[in-house]
C-alpha cells in the first residue's frame, strides 16, 4: 500500500524527471566574470573585431612560425560568437597554442576553464564534451573548475549519464585535491537523481559505497540527493542509512527525506523528535523551520491508515506546525534542485570568477601541475575547496 502511494507522491509532487536547469549559479562557475570580460573585450576592439578574427584565421592558416600568443587566444575566447567560422577559428587557436612548445610559452593563464565558460555562453555541449576528451589537449583541461564548468552543462542539458562518464574521468586524473573533488561528487548525485534510472541508481549506490569506503564525506547537498534518489527507488532503508551520516540532520531537506522514510517504514514514533526538535527552536530572531506540505500529506495518508497506531502528541504537533506557519507548499524537489550560490570559506578565493579579477588569472605550462606555492598564490581552486 505504501510503495504505491509513495509512487503518488512521487508523480504529484514533481519529484522525477523535471525541466533541467543549472545546479550551480552563474555567479558561482564565473559565467558573470566571463560575460563582463566579453564585453570589456568588445569595447576594446569597438570596430575591429572582424579585422582581429580575420588576422587570426591568416596566422593559423599559414605558416607553422606564425606564433599564437597568450593575449590572442584569450581575446578569441572572450570575442567568439556562435557560428561555425568563430567556433573553427576558436578551435584552430587552441590547436596551435597547444602544440606550440614549451619554450614558446611565457605567460601562465589558465585556459581550461575560460573556454568552458566560452562554451557554456556558447550553449554547446557537444563541442564542449569533444574537447575534453580530445587526447591530444590531456592537461589542457585538466582543472577541478574546469570539471565542474563542463559538469554543469551537460546537467543543464540533461545529458545525466555523460556526467556519469565524466566523473569517471575525474577519479583516474586525481587533479588537486584527489580522486573525490566535493563540488563534482555533488554534481554526480544529483545527475543520477535526474536520470533516476536503474542504471543511474546502481551507480550512486556504489559511488557512496566507494566513498564510504575512502572515509570520504560528501557535502550535504550530496547526501541529500543519494538518499533522496533512494526513496525514489523504494529503498527507505538505505535512504535513512545515507542521512545517517550527517552529524546535524535538521537540514530542510534532511528532515524531509528523514521522515519520507520512516513513514515508508512504519516507524512514525521516530518522527516525533524531528518535529520536537523543530518546534523547540523559536524567538524573533530565529528563522522559521519549514516542512514540505507534501511530505506531511504522505504522514497524514499513513497515519490515516488502520495498520497505524498514532504517537502520543503526533496529531497535536501536526495542528501546530500548520496553524503557526510552520508548513509551506514547495516541493522535496524544489529544495534539492535549488542553485549553489554559496561561496567558498573566506581562506580560499570567492569563485571560479576570481581570475577576473587579476591580470589574467594562471595558465599552467606543460606539466600542468604547479607546486603548493604557485597554487597558493595564482591558482584560483574555487568549487573545488569550497564546503
Known amino acids: 500500500m505504501f510503495r504505491n502511494s509513495l509512487t503518488s507522491l512521487v508523480r504529484q509532487s514533481g519529484y522525477t524527471n523535471v525541466v533541467a536547469r543549472n545546479l550551480y549559479s552563474a555567479s558561482v562557475l564565473g559565467l558573470d566574470g566571463y560575460k563582463n570580460y566579453r564585453e570589456k573585450t568588445k569595447t576594446q576592439y569597438m570596430h575591429n ?50 602544440s606550440q612548445g614549451q619554450e614558446l610559452r611565457f605567460g601562465n593563464y589558465i585556459f ?6 566560452a562554451l557554456y555562453f556558447l550553449d554547446d555541449p557537444e563541442l564542449a564534451v569533444k574537447l575534453f576528451k580530445d587526447e591530444k589537449y590531456k592537461g589542457f583541461f585538466d582543472q577541478l573548475s574546469t570539471y565542474q564548468i563542463l559538469g554543469d552543462l551537460l546537467y543543464q542539458h540533461g545529458q545525466y549519464s555523460q556526467v556519469r562518464e565524466l566523473f569517471d574521468v575525474i577519479k583516474t586524473r586525481q587533479v588537486d585535491s584527489g580522486r573525490y573533488p566535493r563540488y563534482s561528487v555533488t554534481l554526480t548525485f544529483a545527475a543520477c537523481y535526474k536520470e533516476n534510472s536503474e542504471e543511474s541508481f546502481q551507480y550512486a549506490m556504489s559511488l557512496w559505497k566507494e566513498l564510504n569506503a575512502m572515509g570520504h564525506t560528501p557535502m550535504r547537498k550530496a547526501i ?21 551520516s550527517l552529524s546535524q540532520a535538521n537540514y530542510v531537506t534532511i528532515r524531509q527525506i528523514k521522515i519520507l522514510a520512516l513513514v515508508a517504514l512504519g516507524r512514525l514514533d521516530d518522527i516525533v523528535p524531528i518535529f520536537r526538535a523543530v518546534l523547540e527552536v523559536g524567538g524573533p530572531l530565529e528563522k522559521k523551520q519549514t516542512f514540505c506540505r507534501e511530505v506531511i500529506q504522505q504522514l497524514n495518508s499513513r497515519i490515516s491508515s488502520k495498520d497505524s497506531e498514532i504517537p502520543q502528541d503526533m496529531q497535536r504537533m501536526l495542528e501546530y506546525l500548520e496553524t503557526n506557519g510552520h508548513i509551506n507548499d514547495s516541493t522535496l524537489d524544489e ?13 580560499t578565493y570567492n569563485n571560479l570568477a ?8 594562471t595558465q599552467q605550462l606543460r606539466s600542468f601541475a604547479p607546486n603548493r606555492t604557485q597554487r597558493s598564490r595564482f591558482s584560483r581552486p574555487g568549487l573545488a575547496d569550497m564546503n
Open 335 to 347: 529544495l534539492l534542485c535549488q542553485d549553489i550560490v554559496t561561496a567558498p570559506r573566506k581562506e
Open 354 to 361: 576570481e581570475s577576473y579579477k587579476s591580470r589574467g588569472g
Open 49 to 98: 573585431i572582424d579585422n582581429f578574427k580575420r588576422k587570426m584565421r591568416e596566422f593559423v592558416a599559414g605558416s607553422n612560425t606564425n606564433m599564437i600568443f597568450t593575449e590572442d587566444l584569450k581575446n578569441v575566447v572572450h570575442l567568439v560568437e556562435n557560428t561555425p567560422e568563430d567556433k573553427k577559428l576558436l578551435l584552430d587557436m587552441i590547436d596551435k597554442y597547444n
Open 112 to 117: 581550461g576553464p575560460v573556454v568552458m565558460r
Open 224 to 244: 541529500a540527493f543519494a538518499a533522496a534518489l533512494a526513496l525514489k527507488h523504494n529503498k527507505p532503508d538505505i535512504a535513512l542509512e545515507i542521512t545517517s
